[in-house]
């Protein structure tokens, strides 16, 4: 795949800042399909809420194909803290997960019919390479109890990104250039989608650290044998920089169609 090296740049980040008031006050009467993108990072950690609005679970990860389409949600139940807990895979069109907004802060919502009993008796991960989600017996009994569609297609060991996983992995460029690592997957929560990446750069042990969005579709992960990840990209060092910086945790230069744009140019 080519890519062509983006000739734009933001002159300074006080015109970001006037483009972003410009747009938001045009658009803050109506809402945008925009308001659907998501940072993993506020994804990851995030209740998930059963029959009666009660809390259920926690999401602990998302699984997506090579394209970035959601496939499963590992959610732990039980336990306190994180200590105890069983982990479960929802599939991703079961589990109702959108981008709310209130007061100008997303978060993420995520729901499903269940109750915390029923899904104690869903089936639980044992492999800790999450082995069970390239099982098509094992995705079948999971489906079923979900009253799900048993998935058309079972991926192979290493096809799935496990985005908990690449979260803070390392990522090279061309030459095998260290651009930085990466800081998060932003999802279109209306497609399931990840339509960027969120490379933290040219900071020291995270201080000071320039955060730039890339094209999710300009990252390659690489699965490895001890199931961590390696990320790679065509774009260079000069690429990377040319594009919009961006403002953790919840880069709100994103909803900005004009920094999508430069992004996607």
Known sequence: MKWQCLAVAIATSLCLGNAYADDAQKTATKPQMEDTLLSSNMMLGATIYGTGDKAVADINSVVLDKQGKAQFVIAGVGGVAGVGESEIVIPWKTLQCRCTVK???????AQIPMTAEQLKAAPQLQAKNYSELTDKEWL??????????PPTAIASPGELVCVKSVTDAAVKGQGDADLGELDALIFDMHKGQVVYGIIGHDGVAGVGETYTAVPFKALHFNHRDDDTYTV????????????????????????????REKING
């Open 103 to 109: 007061d100008g802060n997303h978060s993420c919502h």
């Open 140 to 149: 079948n009994t999971n489906a079923k109890f979900y009253s799900a569609s």
């Open 232 to 259: 790679t990209t065509s774009l260079t060092t000069a690429t990377l920089k040319a594009n919009p910086s961006v403002t953790p945790k919840e880069y709100p230069e994103l909803q900005l169609k004009s920094v």
